[in-house]
């Protein structure tokens, strides 16, 4: 399942009650620490760890480019909470589709 999590901790909750919105990802990215991560991040992992298609994770991404470099990027956690190398990937299809 691909997910993104964000808590509310008191910098989230003064970005919205300011209404400066468009600032949430960037909090989120340096909020990992505390368990939060993007779809695209999630998305990246369950790709690079044979879960879904890179097809169908770019079919749900809502950010393409971001989602191209953290599926081949440094040090993206896995769902499982270890740490894995980029690199290049293979084009299987036999990977199972988000909706499977």
């Not at 509310?8 to 990215?29: D, F, H, K, Y």
């Not at 620490?33 to 097809?55: K, Y």
């Not at 169908?56 to 991404?61: C, H, L, M, N, V």
């Amino acid at each position: 399942m691909a997910t993104e999590i964000m808590s509310c901790p008191v910098s989230i909750a003064n970005i919205i009650r300011e209404g400066r919105t468009n600032q949430i990802r960037n909090s989120i990215l340096t909020s990992s620490n505390q368990g939060m991560r993007l779809m695209e991040q999630c998305l990246a992992t369950l790709v690079r760890e044979g879960r879904v298609s890179e097809v169908d994770a770019i079919s749900r991404a809502s950010n393409i480019p971001e989602f191209q470099k953290y599926l081949t990027g440094v040090n993206i956690p896995s769902l499982s909470g270890e740490t894995e190398r980029g690199g290049s990937l293979s084009k299987d299809s036999s990977k199972r589709s988000l909706f499977s």
